[in-house]
């Protein structure tokens, strides 16, 4: 296995997507992750082994085999059909077992999205894209890292408050979805001695606790 955090490219949107619409079944259609991976305030991670291969599963509405339907005879005929980002990949190499990214803007950091796979979760992927992001925010010389969460999400805030987050405030109705509270969280002086040290021992925890291989768990 080569486990592996790097930045998130073009190829992997699929597998991302499919893992957003896991993580976030309400929030469908997912963000525009092609979009994001052009926009220069947005950068994005992935947590992937680069020597699994992903199969991409097979669509629900797959047409049955010797189907020569319209669409797929224009398509055929004009030859314009571009995979998009919603689509699965023929065969991309690398296995993406989550994602995070941020915002980088005015000196803050602001974590976007932190997704793990269900059935690789509880593994320690979640905490390494967090670590991740807050070295990120550091390498961009962010002072502050910022996020919002759902009041009811307390794994990710028990995620969040492991590493430092602290809770500074409430957004009433954040959510477009059922109007829940955003709980808003941050890291102060992310880049000080203190908070330093702290994301050191926690990493070298991390590295202690999480010497076996990552496996499927089934739920
Ligand atoms: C939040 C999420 C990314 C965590 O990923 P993960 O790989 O399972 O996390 P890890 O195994 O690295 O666990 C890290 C910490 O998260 C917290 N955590 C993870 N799963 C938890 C659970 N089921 N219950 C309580 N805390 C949990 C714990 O603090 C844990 O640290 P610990 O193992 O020392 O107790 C994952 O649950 C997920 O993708 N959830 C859906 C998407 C989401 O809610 N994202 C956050 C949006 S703000």
Request: charged share 25%; proline share 7%.
């Amino acid at each position: 296995m080569a486990f592996n955090i790097r930045l998130m490219c073009q190829e992997d949107l699929p597998q991302v997507n499919e893992i957003d619409h896991e993580a976030f079944p309400t929030l469908w259609p997912p963000p525009n992750y092609h979009r994001e991976l052009k926009n220069g305030l947005a950068h994005y991670i992935v947590a992937c082994d680069e020597e699994e291969e992903y199969e991409p599963p097979a669509p629900k509405d797959a047409p049955p085999k010797g189907y020569f339907g319209l669409p797929a005879r224009l398509r055929r005929l004009f030859n314009h059909h571009r995979p998009s980002d919603n689509e699965p990949a023929s065969s991309v190499s690398g296995y993406i077992f989550g994602f995070a990214g941020l915002w980088l803007m005015a000196g803050e950091a602001h974590i976007t999205n932190i997704a793990v796979r269900e059935s690789y979760r509880r593994q320690g992927i979640g905490d390494l894209l967090l670590i991740s992001m807050i070295e990120l925010a550091v390498e961009l010389d962010a002072h502050l890292v910022t996020l919002e969460v759902r009041a009811s999400n307390t794994t990710a805030q028990s995620l969040y408050a492991k590493y430092g987050f602290i809770e500074v405030g409430l957004r009433r109705g954040y959510y477009t979805d059922n109007r829940e509270d955003g709980v808003l969280m941050t890291i102060e002086n992310v880049t000080s001695a203190p908070v330093q040290a702290n994301l050191r021992q926690l990493k070298q925890a991390h590295a202690r606790r999480w010497r076996a291989p990552i496996r499927r768990i089934a739920r």
